[in-house]
């Protein structure tokens, strides 16, 4: 079991910069891939970030890609998402969640745990 507390969110101007953190318990927590996904008001929730179990490897959606930068520190438990040149577009709720299938780590379904998600809100 493990259970995931995002904290980070905030609203922030267009082009500024926010720094999402998730915090897992447990003592197995290397031993999960982590994502990133988010929600729209009225849209799918969609594929932001993900990262393995060690940290050495990682996958970004093609909309993120060099502005946004999944990382993750074993020993404290937490996966972070430092976001950077940010949108209006970017606006949701972000959720973290954990999975131990890399192969598949872009389909929401395959996260067996979820955070109850955090607000980021990107004005124009």
């Known amino acids: 079991q493990v259970q995931l507390v995002e904290s980070g969110g905030g609203l922030v101007q267009a082009g500024g910069s926010l720094r999402l953190s998730c915090a897992a318990s447990g003592r197995t927590f290397s031993s999960y891939h982590m994502g990133w996904f988010r929600q729209a008001p009225g849209k799918e929730r969609e594929f932001v970030a993900a990262?393995?179990?060690?940290?050495?490897?990682?996958d970004y959606a093609d909309s993120v890609k060099g502005r946004f930068t999944i990382s993750r520190d074993n020993a404290k438990n937490t996966v972070y998402l430092q976001m950077n040149s940010l949108k209006p577009e970017d606006t949701a709720v972000y959720y973290c969640a954990a999975s131990t299938r890399w192969l598949v780590r872009r389909r929401a379904t395959e996260y067996a745990y979820w955070g109850q998600g955090t607000q980021v809100t990107v004005s124009s």
């Open positions: 990262i393995t179990g060690s940290g050495g490897g990682t």
